[in-house]
């Protein structure tokens, strides 16, 4: 394997569930396992993960863009959602990712956020990376 930038390693557990191994020192085994949910529960792991990494991208980048430019972050929640289509020849892709964050930063610190915002939707790895192929949205506001 050439590319060496982010390494993820794959294990299928029998039937069951699906390991997830981060090549970094520090960053956990992720463990699927699929053993006690409904057939229903079990599809669309990776639309999941993609839409976990889009969202730790988007998360990880405002917190950080907020830290270097001061703000106390008390705290910050998210979620995302994903729209499926099919193409002409059935093909099923992935075709718009909407986020929603909340920051409860302080109301002297909305100028930043705005500021941040838009690198949030112009520069992160995932909004740049995946707007290629992908419709990606995000919706972020300050809460209390």
Known sequence: MELSDCVVQYRRDGGNGHFFTMTEDGVPVFHINNAELSPEARKHWANRLLNAGALCCICTTLASD?????????????????KKEKDSIMRTRISEMQAEIEVNIGDSDQALLDECISIINNDTLSMYSLREGIDVSASIKRVS
Request: proline letters at 0%; glycine letters at 12%.
């Open 66 to 82: 907020l830290t270097k430019r001061g703000v106390e972050i008390k705290s910050m929640t998210g979620r995302i959602a994903s």
